[in-house]
């Protein structure tokens, strides 16, 4: 990116609600495009696409508006922003990713919103557009390719598969048990992406460590980060970041769709535009204490395979995944 007066753009479909702003950081100006349904959050987003700078690294500073921009939830066309104007970011690019890690704010408020409730947000007007305009501006960076025939199995990191708040002198003493028999129980039917709520830096640096990467009984297709998220409102619980699947969807719809696809994650609020879709993990926490009796991925890799066979697994209410098993599917299929 050029210094001084030049300028970088992240550019989104054009709408009626959309606002051109300048963000000036470290000596250099960048073009973000938004619309007035996004958040402050989305904007921070857009900001770490161009500078780097974490989200929650940023401190905006815009005159005459004060502390509104340090809220996330706050949507833009409820803010007086003006194109002439230019806004200040103040931020550091972390290169400790450890260390940016252990001072990330931990989500222990995860709430279940009512199916009708879902069901609205999913279908709202503009939800569709915010995953509209995630499709065109996040690129899906295959590290393995797509295979025909197999289902997709969709994994976050944090108290999924990694214990990311207990110290430990070795990554691998925060591993969840069973981790590498799960993923290659699982490889034989789904393909696999991790999609977590950080940085694409630190998604990387810990499925290196966990030697998820270099495995060499199964492959990653894929790695996602928080740039993927979007937004929404919910009447009840306000806004937040989630997870939407239709961005896998949109980018490979000749291998994945909501009929072959199912996530794990331990937050259900992530699932909220792809609620069929989703199965809530128990989380892995405290791992010095409980990787001796944890057994969460035993008995997924076996739901995972008993649903194999399923040529729509988006019927099934994965909630009740533990009354599930092999024989239960045969019994189904023979009726």
């Known amino acids: 990116m050029a210094a ?5 753009s992240l550019t989104s479909p054009l709408t009626e609600e959309e606002i051109t702003l300048t963000v000036k950081w470290s000596g250099k100006e960048y073009t973000v495009r938004l619309c007035g349904d996004d958040s402050v959050g989305e904007l921070k987003r857009r900001i770490c696409q161009l500078t780097t700078v974490l989200p929650k690294r940023q401190k905006l500073l815009y005159p ?3 502390s509104k921009l ?8 409820t803010l007086p922003l003006k194109s002439s104007l ?6 550091t690019v972390e ?16 709430f279940e919103i009512g199916q009708e409730e879902a069901v609205d947000i999913k279908d709202k007007d503009v939800n569709k557009q915010k995953l509209r305009r995630r499709v065109d501006q996040y690129k899906i960076e295959l590290k393995n390719p797509c295979r025909k025939g197999k289902k997709l199995l969709v994994l976050d990191i944090d108290y999924t598969l990694f214990d990311h708040r207990s110290t430990a002198e070795n990554p691998l003493q925060l591993m969840r048990p069973y981790l590498h028999q799960f993923l290659t129980a699982a490889y034989a039917e789904y393909d696999i992406i991790i999609w977590s709520a950080t940085s694409m830096k630190w998604v990387e640096l810990k499925m290196e460590q966990l030697g998820v990467l270099s495995n060499p009984n199964y492959k990653i297709t894929a790695l996602l980060d928080h740039l993927a998220m979007i937004t929404v409102q919910s009447d009840s619980r306000g806004i937040f970041d989630c997870k939407p699947l239709g961005l896998i969807w949109a980018r490979f719809p000749e291998f994945y769709s909501s009929k072959n696809t199912i996530m794990f994650d331990d937050l259900r609020r992530n699932f909220v535009m792809n609620p069929q879709n989703g199965l809530t993990i128990r989380p892995f926490r405290k791992a010095h204490a409980n990787r001796d009796s944890d057994r969460e991925l035993v008995k997924l890799t076996q739901y995972l395979l008993a649903i194999a066979e399923l040529d729509d697994i988006s019927i099934l209410d994965h909630n009740k995944w533990e009354s599930y098993d092999e024989s239960n599917f045969k019994r189904r299929r023979q009726t």
Do not use: C, N, Q, Y
């Open 86 to 91: 230019k806004m200040t970011m103040i931020g």
């Open 95 to 110: 290169d400790d990713i450890i260390v940016d890690e252990i001072d990330a704010p931990d989500i222990v408020d995860d």
């Open 4 to 8: 001084g007066a030049s300028s970088s």
């Open 70 to 77: 340090a809220d996330d939830s706050t949507l833009i066309s």
């Open 64 to 66: 005459k508006i004060g």
